[in-house]
């Protein structure tokens, strides 16, 4: 994973990720060019595919709407760093295989604009503006195992855990 | 150690005697709920997985409230998806038009999530249903799709916080100021991933009414849950609801709380959330004299009986400012019906209210009332977030129902003590 920055502050909600006015339909194409409208109107037109969204405590909050990452997922953007997630868009982010990283220091540091990537076997988000490294929180192994197999359909058909 | 009453249910939902804050379970659903909003996608992650039955339809509600009766043709295409899928599984409690009300009203009342009961819904307020003793939380649509499929939750047990509330409520003051107030102690993410238990002396004399509209917002901290022992009040009012047998659990003295908070609310007065944030949290006569456009009485938050009848109690035989518009949602039919028994229906056509049938409508920014630029509502919903009713440049400010009804009479917000 490698990309451009883009950094917003606390508490972005799952309204200015995708407004409700857009939740009437389920067409990813459609939801992904209203990403992040409420907050940056301008974001479907300035980040490129493979660029990474960066923010402070509790992204996500506020709606359940699976619409929210699956709008920043099928945009194309590669993961999403903050501070902290809400508790909902973080497993509806598990659920659906968008990557996501929790970094204090890196949420603060790195800077709109940077090039960043992910190493995911070194556990390091890698800044390669400032050339300053920063690990994330890892995953629990029981939620590995969901996003080792891609999400939580894929997961529902291997596991044990929820053989009926 | 000792377990927390939602440690206690959840525990009661494995095969495990007990469980422990931390702790990672696959848990059995007693219930598994979703709307016309999120079901759609639910319903398409299911199909994903080729099955041709869910596992049980019973444990399954779907209920079109957020953009029903139909806004546009899209949203009619989204309910046509649930009502289809409804009939092929035989899915008993589903809501249409003319029978649905506002999922978290409706639930409770109807009786189908009962005390005792794992309850997880894709929407986020299904936090509401612990006020009767229930775990409940919100979830997503790939969650619920799993639910269907296999009757399981993935869940990562939270701590729990527990809120003591000390002394006796004011006149005008009620649940919703209760919780209001607490998010403007902790944050929008002081509970984050964790269960709040709400307690003590002034909970137990709350009815159902303010319990659900408490348990309705602890979302709005973050929290996975909220909960709140059950009593003789549960009991009375479930028993006649019940469609199930239900379980009444508690905490344990020797229980572990990552918190505990006591607030004396004795000299609280009614709450009001200023845009952008639920935690942006004042007494009413501090933002008094604040100009509005809209009122909206209503929602999963404040559109039951209670709410109705505090409204209509200020509002008789005055009419609503000119500038003023009041719009009035029953939670559910039987709300509905109950107001029109009560003359209650009357009291806002005569005072210029427009009474809408039940919906999620405008707490979203769906239809029903959506906010211009620059435009200002007083709401008793549950989130202010900038442009969430509306045009990103509106405002909303959240309150009681009392505090919104006295204010629509003034066209500024106002403590219902200067109206009655």
Redesign the interface.
């Known amino acids: 994973m490698k990309g451009i920055i883009w950094k917003y502050g606390d508490n972005v909600n799952t309204d200015e990720i995708i407004p409700a006015r857009y939740l009437n339909t389920t067409d990813l194409k459609e939801l992904s060019s209203h990403c992040m409208e409420d907050i940056d109107p301008d974001f479907v037109r300035k980040a490129k595919k493979g660029d990474i969204i960066i923010a402070g405590e509790n992204f996500g909050c506020g709606s359940s709407r699976e619409h929210a990452p699956l709008s920043i997922k099928h945009f194309g953007i590669s993961c999403v760093i903050a501070k902290s997630f809400a508790r909902i868009f973080f497993r509806n982010a598990i659920n659906i295989g968008l990557p996501i990283f929790e970094s204090e220091n890196a949420a603060i540091e790195i800077n709109e604009g940077d090039e960043v990537s992910i190493d995911l076997d070194l556990s390091k988000i890698i800044d390669m503006t400032t050339k300053k490294e920063y690990s994330f929180s890892p995953f629990p192994d029981e939620m590995k195992g969901i996003i080792e197999a891609g999400g939580l359909m894929e997961y529902v058909v291997r596991s044990k855990h929820f053989k009926t | 150690m000792g377990m927390t009453i939602t440690e206690k249910i959840i525990a009661a939902h494995t095969d495990l005697e007990e469980v422990h804050a931390g702790q990672?379970v696959?848990a059995e659903v007693d219930i598994c709920l979703g709307n016309d909003?999120?079901a759609?996608?639910a319903i398409?992650?299911f199909e994903?997985?080729g099955l041709k039955h869910v596992?049980n339809p019973d444990t399954i509600v779907l209920v079109p409230d957020?953009?029903t009766p139909n806004?546009?043709i899209?949203?009619a295409q989204?309910a046509k998806v649930l009502r289809a899928f409804a009939q092929k599984h035989q899915i008993k409690n589903y809501f249409e038009v003319g029978r649905v009300g506002i999922e978290h009203v409706l639930l409770p009342e109807k009786g189908i999530v009962v005390p005792g009961d794992l309850v997880i819904g894709?929407?986020?307020h299904?936090c509401t249903y612990g006020a009767m003793g229930i775990f409940s939380t919100?979830?997503?649509?790939?969650?619920i799709?799993?639910c269907f499929?296999?009757?399981?939750v993935?869940l990562?047990v939270p701590e729990t916080i527990k809120f003591s509330f000390q002394g006796k409520l004011k006149e005008w003051v009620s649940g919703k100021d209760l919780i209001l107030y607490t998010i403007g102690k902790i944050g929008?993410?002081g509970a984050?991933?964790k269960a709040m238990e709400f307690g003590g002396p002034v909970i137990e004399a709350l009815s159902m009414d303010d319990r659900l509209a408490m348990c309705n917002m602890a979302?709005e901290a973050?929290a996975?849950n909220g909960i709140i022992e059950p009593d003789s009040c549960t009991e009375e009012y479930i028993n006649s609801r019940a469609k199930r047998a239900y379980k009444f659990y508690s905490s344990d003295d020797n229980c572990s709380y990552s918190d505990i908070h006591t607030y004396d609310v004795s000299n609280l007065s009614p709450q009001v959330a200023l845009p952008n944030?639920p935690e942006n949290v004042c007494p009413v006569e501090d933002v008094s004299d604040i100009k509005i456009d809209q009122v909206v009485i209503g929602s999963c938050t404040n559109g039951r009986i209670s709410d109705l009848r505090i409204a209509a109690q200020i509002l008789k035989g005055r009419k609503i400012h000119p500038s003023i518009r009041l719009i009035i949602l029953p939670g559910t039919q039987d709300v509905y019906l109950e107001a029109l028994k009560e003359g209650l229906i009357e009291i806002f056509i005569n005072a210029e209210g427009a009474v809408s049938t039940p919906t999620c409508g405008p707490c979203?920014?769906?239809h029903m009332g959506v906010l211009a630029e620059g435009e200002r509502a007083l709401s008793t919903t549950n989130?202010n977030?900038?442009?969430?009713m509306g045009h990103?440049k509106s405002e909303i400010y959240l309150c009681n129902p009392a505090v919104a009804a006295a204010s629509s009479i003034t066209g500024k917000i106002t403590h219902p003590e200067r109206i009655v």
């Not at chain 2, 919100?138 to 969650?143: A, F, L, M, P, Y």
């Not at chain 2, 499929?149 to 399981?152: C, E, L, N, P």
């Open positions: 990672f696959y909003i999120t759609p996608i398409e992650q994903t997985l596992l957020h953009f806004k546009d899209k949203s989204n894709a929407d986020s299904t919100g979830v997503g649509s790939t969650d799709a799993a499929a296999t009757g399981k993935w990562k929008v993410d984050r991933y979302i973050g996975k944030l979203l920014g769906g989130r977030f900038a442009g969430r990103p």
